[in-house]
């Protein structure tokens, strides 16, 4: 674990053992609360005017007010980066709606609860860009918005143990027949015939800002995209798989439910998915001043 972390807790940077947020605070009673989690390469923010708008969109959908100009949210990402010296890894933010008597109606006084914290980790450097991953698939018994990025995060755990326990490293959970996304990342096939197809945006996905980047890179590249729902059965016969999130960008997949995607090593779409999105999006980081 972190350790020695200056974390920012409403207005203030406090070492990280002295960040306490209250028992009564809605995120802690009622999942009251959306997030954001931004990775960091070099020093630097990747893809940050994404996650800023997805957050506002999150906060708007729940009637949650921000509780700072925009301008100032990114300042604080950038000091933040810079009082832990943090070079490679993630910055997480939560926002919850703040302290307040236990009710399910919410009262409209309680002030909002803002937590940003740093973890260092090798993002770049991550082994399973060599070997790839294994997933299985499992019901997706989510909320039914999953579109809203809010820290009711208890299934996804449970899947990823679920996983974790059959010897793989992660889930994809299916609703109707048709893959949804994985557990905490985007799901992402390429067919044999090198098309890239990704479910559309819905109710269904989070719209995931490394998905809605590799998207525009794969057309760009001219790699045909179909955004579509795919089955696991579709999967199984594709020539790759891959998930996207902040942290792991382009992450491959070769297994599923024990079945090898493809020869059953990563795919050079893949790896050039991974690649593109890294070099472009570090061209375009915000520089911390
Ligand atoms: N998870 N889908 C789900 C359910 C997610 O939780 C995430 C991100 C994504 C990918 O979104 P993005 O590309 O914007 O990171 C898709 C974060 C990283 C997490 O919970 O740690």
Same mark, same amino acid.
């Given at each position: 674990?972190?350790?020695?972390?200056?974390?920012?807790?409403?207005?203030?940077?406090? !070492?990280?053992? !002295?960040?306490?947020?209250?028992?009564?605070?809605?995120?802690?009673?009622?999942?009251?609360?959306?997030? !954001?989690?931004?990775?960091?390469?070099?020093?630097?923010?990747?893809?940050?005017?994404?996650?800023?708008?997805?957050?506002?969109?999150?906060?708007?959908?729940?009637?949650?007010?921000?509780?700072?100009?925009?301008?100032?949210?990114?300042?604080?990402?950038?000091?933040?980066?810079?009082?832990?010296?943090?070079?490679?890894?993630?910055?997480?933010?939560?926002?919850?709606?703040?302290?307040?008597?236990?009710?399910?109606?919410?009262?409209?006084?309680?002030?909002?609860?803002?937590?940003?914290?740093?973890?260092?980790?090798?993002?770049?450097?991550?082994?399973?860009?060599?070997?790839?991953?294994?997933?299985?698939?499992?019901?997706?018994?989510?909320?039914?918005?999953?579109?809203?990025?809010?820290?009711?995060?208890?299934?996804?755990?449970?899947?990823?143990?679920?996983?974790?326990?059959?010897?793989?490293?992660?889930?994809?959970?299916?609703?109707?027949?048709?893959?949804?996304?994985?557990?905490?990342?985007?799901?992402?096939?390429?067919?044999?015939?090198?098309?890239?197809?990704?479910?559309?945006?819905?109710?269904?996905?989070?719209?995931?800002?490394?998905?809605?980047?590799?998207?525009?890179?794969?057309?760009?590249?001219?790699?045909?995209?179909?955004?579509?729902?795919?089955?696991?059965?579709?999967?199984?016969?594709?020539? !790759?798989?891959?998930?996207?999130?902040?942290?792991?960008?382009?992450?491959?997949?070769?297994?599923?439910?024990?079945?090898?995607?493809?020869?059953?090593?990563?795919?050079?779409?893949?790896?050039?998915?991974?690649?593109?999105?890294?070099?472009?999006?570090?061209?375009?980081?915000?520089?911390?001043?």
């Amino acid at each position: 674990m972190n350790v020695n972390r200056i974390v920012y807790l409403d207005g203030a940077w406090l !070492e990280e053992a !002295e960040a306490k947020v209250s028992v009564f605070d809605r995120g802690f009673l009622f999942a009251d609360a959306v997030y !954001e989690v931004t990775a960091v390469i070099g020093g630097k923010l990747i893809d940050y005017a994404g996650h800023a708008a997805r957050l506002q969109r999150s906060l708007d959908e729940l009637a949650l007010a921000c509780p700072m100009a925009p301008e100032d949210l990114l300042a604080i990402h950038r000091e933040i980066v810079a009082r832990n010296a943090l070079d490679e890894g993630l910055i997480y933010l939560q926002i919850s709606r703040g302290p307040a008597d236990r009710d399910f109606a919410f009262p409209g006084t309680a002030s909002p609860t803002l937590v940003l914290f740093t973890q260092a980790k090798a993002v770049l450097d991550n082994p399973y860009n060599q070997t790839g991953i294994k997933v299985i698939t499992v019901p997706d018994q989510r909320w039914a918005r999953r579109d809203i990025k809010t820290v009711q995060l208890l299934y996804p755990s449970m899947a990823k143990m679920e996983a974790l326990r059959q010897g793989a490293q992660d889930a994809w959970l299916v609703e109707d027949g048709f893959v949804t996304e994985a557990t905490s990342a985007n799901a992402h096939i390429v067919t044999v015939e090198g098309r890239l197809v990704t479910r559309p945006l819905s109710h269904a996905i989070l719209p995931g800002i490394t998905r809605a980047t590799i998207v525009a890179l794969a057309r760009a590249a001219g790699i045909p995209v179909e955004e579509r729902a795919f089955t696991p059965e579709e999967a199984k016969q594709a020539s !790759e798989a891959f998930v996207t999130s902040a942290t792991n960008f382009a992450l491959p997949v070769v297994s599923i439910d024990g079945a090898e995607v493809g020869n059953g090593r990563p795919g050079p779409i893949t790896g050039r998915m991974r690649a593109l999105y890294i070099a472009e999006r570090l061209s375009l980081a915000e520089p911390v001043t």
